[in-house]
């Protein structure tokens, strides 16, 4: 059974990750920095010590890079790389600056984009994090950075990621998908890759 270590988990088990880690063919390993969510390994994305290197077949993280200050990201994705096998690959999911952009031009900057079951998110949200949790005293959920898609794709070559792709979904989701691969991949594993785990 392959292995999916799961970065950022929170509250989430695989069954609310991708289509294809939601499967039976993948083992979760659940890593995050809070031990409130009772994570398999607490620990932070830039420095992941507890997991050996070139163990995990795939890396998935969801909305966790966009809270790191820009210049600790290639940190986090040197970890990333690190942790993965040969053949392995990251599916990165995060807010999409250029479609919250839109909605901020328009004077919408607290209006709600959409409801969550968190309740009502607005671009202010999506922007610089969620500001209930954050009242609350999860300053965790503050956003320090930001990616629209040609950022994102270019930031993951740049980590050491030479094959990549991306998706870009407006409203609703406001957010980025894309999938890297650890050595060199042909176009057709990658048309695989995301159709297996980017949202249907």
């Known amino acids: 059974m392959a292995t999916f270590l799961h970065v950022g988990c929170g509250g989430k088990r695989k069954d609310r990750t991708t289509p294809g880690f939601a499967s039976a063919e993948w083992r979760e390993l659940r890593l995050d920095i809070d031990p409130a969510a009772r994570p398999d390994i607490v620990g932070s994305m830039l420095d992941m010590a507890?997991?050996?290197?070139?163990?995990?077949?795939?890396?998935?993280?969801?909305?966790?890079?966009?809270?790191?200050?820009?210049?600790?990201?290639?940190?986090?994705?040197?970890?990333?790389?690190?942790?993965?096998?040969?053949?392995?690959?990251?599916?990165?999911?995060?807010?999409?600056?250029?479609?919250?952009?839109?909605?901020?031009?328009?004077?919408?900057?607290?209006?709600?984009?959409?409801?969550?079951?968190?309740?009502?998110?607005?671009?202010?949200?999506?922007?610089?994090?969620?500001?209930?949790?954050?009242?609350?005293?999860?300053?965790?959920?503050?956003?320090?950075?930001?990616?629209?898609?040609?950022?994102?794709?270019?930031?993951?070559?740049?980590?050491?990621?030479?094959?990549?792709?991306?998706?870009r979904r407006e409203g609703p989701a406001f957010d980025l998908w894309a999938v890297a691969t650890r050595t060199p991949t042909d176009g057709d594993t990658l048309k695989r890759l995301a159709a297996a785990h980017f949202p249907r």
């Open 50 to 167: 507890s997991v050996t290197d070139g163990s995990v077949d795939a890396v998935y993280s969801s909305h966790n890079i966009e809270h790191l200050y820009a210049h600790e990201v290639p940190r986090a994705l040197a970890e990333f790389r690190r942790v993965l096998k040969p053949a392995g690959f990251v599916v990165i999911t995060c807010p999409d600056l250029q479609s919250v952009a839109r909605l901020i031009a328009e004077d919408k900057l607290t209006e709600p984009a959409y409801t969550s079951p968190a309740g009502p998110i607005a671009p202010i949200d999506i922007l610089y994090g969620h500001r209930p949790q954050m009242a609350a005293g999860n300053l965790f959920m503050a956003h320090r950075c930001g990616f629209t898609l040609k950022v994102l794709l270019a930031t993951l070559k740049a980590g050491g990621f030479p094959s990549v792709a991306g998706r």
